[in-house]
């Protein structure tokens, strides 16, 4: 019997969370140590990057407790990816 897992990829909007931050006044390293993350996790989300995560599925868990600690609603800072073809 085979699974196939069902899921829609997902981008994060590294802007928005950037802004969420700032407007709350923290600095990302202030961020990081709150979370218990370093301050590289959140400079690569800020910045759109994927070098520090495991795999695109850690950067999007990742997102969600830094834009969960920030007040946001995951569709805030969650874009799912669309399969088009042009």
Do not use: W
């Not at 899921?7 to 600095?27: C, F």
């Not at 400079?43 to 850690?58: D, G, R, Y």
Request: net charge positive.
């Amino acid at each position: 019997m085979e699974f196939k897992k069902e899921s829609t990829p997902t981008e994060v909007d590294g802007d928005r969370l950037k802004i969420a931050r700032e407007a709350l006044g923290l600095s990302q390293k202030e961020l990081a140590t709150k979370l218990c993350l370093s301050h590289r996790h959140i400079a690569e989300l800020e910045a759109n990057q994927l070098a520090i995560f495991f795999t695109p599925a850690h950067k999007v868990q990742v997102a969600k407790k830094v834009g969960s600690a920030l007040g946001l609603q995951k569709d805030d800072y969650l874009i799912p990816k669309t399969n088009s073809l042009y």
